[in-house]
């Protein structure tokens, strides 16, 4: 089949991209599959892909983007009848297209009026919707009055074998910043937390943070590295797939708080849509402690595999039960490596199949 792909995002190379690109390169396997985007950036994104995500697109081609703000839903629908199918990762938004309509879901969109017999007409065109975990799925469902399938993202472990395991507590993931001022990965949150570990007598460990940055938010960035200065503090920006997996083979733990101070009743997105960086980690032995919020809650097990918190003396006690012991900590990072598993790139390109052949 000739299949097309639109992400909204894609110039930003992160974790829901990682999901998008690996259906583009899942599918390449037995179909000709085309991404919607500016072809001029085609050689430079597919570099970044292999290098930042570890994910081969040689195979797949860039299309022109019929899906861009200057494109009539005419010219559209009648572009989008030259493929067999379209697979489109939704901003809430929900296209009219002139073939097979697949729309992914990663998150909330408590914006959107379900109701409207504008979104009850292009709802009915959809051949099928699937979302990244069952924490989404349950408000799309309840939204859309739909009853999507849940795709899990793909994990491709590349554990950095003979690597010692080192005192580090680790966290991975970008840095956005809101029109408050607050970053919705929360990665002040954790630092505060860490010094104030560090100050009641925590010695010899390191928390390191590494931090995918946009332009615009650079700037901002100092205030993290402001609050770090005086502690064993690490920021790392932007680093190639590799040296990211050689970070989570060192780590002994794993910190994660996005959704922490939120409303999640109301703004349910704040929270983590599913944690494809807890996975990773867990996958090279890191065991982690994270908000007990969005899809993390499907991925630890709270006691056996990692720790879930909800308070900040949740996660610092929790932190200080594996630091202080040892048997504790590696009877859970067993568990964690074993659960990761579940989560790998054979399983996600199985359903995804089964979900095209639907």
């Known amino acids: 089949m000739k299949i097309g792909i639109f992400d909204p995002y894609l110039d930003t190379l992160s974790g ?93 969109t408590e914006w959107v009026d379900g109701k409207s017999v504008k979104t009850r007409i292009k709802l009915f065109f959809v051949k099928k919707i699937f979302c990244n975990s069952y924490f989404t799925k349950s408000f799309i ?30 966290h991975v993931g970008r840095f956005d910043v809101d029109s408050h001022g607050s970053n919705y990965k929360k990665q002040d949150v954790m630092i505060d937390i860490f010094k104030k570990m560090a100050d009641t007598g925590l010695k010899n460990w390191k928390f390191k943070l590494i931090i995918g940055v946009r332009d615009k938010n650079e700037g901002k960035l100092n205030k993290l590295k402001e609050i770090s200065k005086g502690y064993p503090i690490e920021l790392i920006e932007d680093i190639s797939n590799q040296e990211l997996w050689e970070y989570y083979s060192k780590a ?55 720790f879930l918190w909800d308070t900040t003396n949740d996660l610092m006690d ?14 859970m990072s067993k568990a964690s490596v074993e659960r990761s598993e579940m989560f790998d790139k054979d399983r996600f390109c199985r359903e995804l199949k089964d979900i095209i052949k639907q």
Not at 287 to 293: L, S
């Open 141 to 170: 469902d309840k939204k859309l009055n739909v009853k999507s399938s849940i795709l899990y993202p793909p994990v491709d472990l590349r554990i950095a074998k003979d690597m010692k395991k080192e005192n580090v507590i680790l």
């Open 16 to 108: 829901g991209e990682k999901y998008m690109l690996s259906v583009a390169s899942c599918l390449a396997q037995e179909h000709e599959i085309l991404i919607f985007w500016d072809k001029n950036k085609e050689a430079e994104i597919k570099q970044t892909a292999r290098k930042k995500l570890g994910i081969e697109l040689s195979s797949v081609k860039f299309y022109k983007n019929i899906f861009g703000k200057n494109v009539s839903s005419i010219s559209r629908f009648a572009e989008s009848r030259k493929f067999d199918a379209i697979i489109y990762l939704s901003d809430g938004s929900i296209p009219l297209v002139g073939t097979k309509l697949y729309v992914h879901f990663q998150f909330p």
């Open 252 to 306: 002994k733990i794993y910190w994660h708080a996005t959704g922490f101070g939120e409303d999640l009743q109301k703004h349910p997105e704040k929270a983590e849509h599913f944690g494809i960086s807890t996975v990773e980690a867990m996958g090279a032995g890191a065991v982690p402690v994270v908000m007990n919020a969005g899809g993390q809650k499907e991925i630890v097990e709270n006691g056996k595999n990692g």
């Open 318 to 331: 929790r932190t200080f039960k594996l630091i202080n012991d040892i048997i504790l900590w590696k009877k």
